[in-house]
């Protein structure tokens, strides 16, 4: 099977989505090189360099670049969604998407319920999130617990190319709308890939390790934190079970109450801010759902509750890391029950 990263998963999804399906349409700020501006179309692709190459393929009726303001194009987004296409919109930062929240969740997200099922509004919207870059605090924030809290909104976070590719195909899909994240820090990771088209179903989660003594449960770029340290603990005999959401809306709360009866003992890590964020709600779920199976407190890994930090020291302080999870494994084994 061929390796691509994470970036090259993403293009080939919308590639062979919009070649299957003319009713898909991609717009944003420079996804195909800035309308109206001098210099080479197609320069860039979009701020990531996602989008290389759509222009040429699909021309600029299909391929919009947009003036920057989200709050406009997010809004066109949903009514085009609302008419018979199949937008993906895409949003540099997550941060930016606070300027158009009431056309996500007042609008976008209710459609379907206010018109009794009648309605559908097929979009997705695409953005970075993540700290690690040197983005600062504006452009650093892992937001999704934001549109987890949303009824009405499919949010997703792939760790890796394989995931990202087969869920953003079923993102544009799927009849709701969907909010797609994809962690800045992972464009670049590699892994395999098939050429063909493929879902990944929402709502199945992804078993990354397995083991019987502690159940981790890592989101998004997460994943490879917990994965080192889980490395490492095998080394001394603590075998882990590393489960993947995938999806955290729909979450798939049966995988992980399975394996919570399993191992007894659960290790939750997040990006997101500790208050209110998805670490909190896996775990009263957990806490709620598999109370009598659990040998320890839950334990959560996430960052301090404050801005992303600027500064480069500082923000790989506020970072969780493998060392944090290992730790926090250690001690909910020392539990005995």
């Known amino acids: 099977m061929p390796r691509k990263s994470f970036r090259q998963a993403l293009n080939e999804a919308l590639k062979q989505e919009m ?36 222009l ?70 695409r953005a970075t999130y993540g700290a690690g870059a040197g983005s600062a605090s504006q452009h650093s924030q892992a937001l999704y617990p934001l549109f987890t809290h949303i009824p009405g909104l499919k949010v997703i976070i792939p760790s890796n190319p394989y995931d990202a590719k087969g869920l953003l195909i079923q993102a544009i899909r ?14 670049d990771t590699e892994g395999e890939v098939p050429d063909k088209a493929y879902t990944v179903p929402f709502g199945e989660a992804g078993i990354l390790r397995d083991g019987d003594d502690v159940t981790i449960i890592a989101i998004g770029r997460m994943t490879a934190i917990a994965q080192a340290a889980a490395a490492r603990l095998a080394q001394d005999g603590i075998e882990c079970t590393l ?17 919570v009866m399993e191992t007894g003992r659960v290790v939750i890590v997040d990006e997101a801010y500790p208050r209110c964020g998805l670490a909190a709600d896996i775990s009263s779920i957990i806490a709620e759902k598999g109370f009598d199976y659990l040998k320890a407190p839950i334990l959560k890994v996430t960052p301090p509750h404050t801005p992303v930090p600027y500064a480069p020291e500082l923000e790989e302080a506020y970072l969780p890391d493998s060392d944090q999870v290992e730790h926090a494994v250690r001690k909910v084994m020392e539990y005995a029950r």
């Not at 399906?21 to 320069?43: F, R, W």
Request: negative net charge; contains cysteine; glycine residues 12%.
């Open 19 to 54: 070649a299957r399906d003319s009713d898909v349409i991609v717009l944003g700020e420079d996804v195909c090189g800035g309308t109206g501006a001098s210099g080479e179309k197609d320069a860039w692709g979009g701020a990531f360099g996602v989008t290389k190459g759509l």
């Open 56 to 125: 040429e393929a699909f021309g600029p009726d299909r391929i919009l670049d947009t003036p920057i303001t989200e709050s406009a194009f997010v809004g066109a987004a949903a009514g085009a969604a609302m008419t018979g296409l199949r937008p993906v919109a895409e949003i540099m930062f997550v941060d930016f998407l606070g300027v158009c929240f009431d056309q996500i969740f007042n609008q976008a997200a209710k459609v379907r319920y206010m018109f009794g099922g009648k309605a559908r509004t097929p979009l997705v919207i």
């Open 174 to 187: 799927d009849d709701d709308p969907v909010i797609f994240l994809e962690n800045k820090m992972l464009y």
């Open 243 to 259: 489960i993947d959401p995938r999806s955290v809306s729909p979450l798939d709360e049966e995988t992980i109450l399975e394996f």
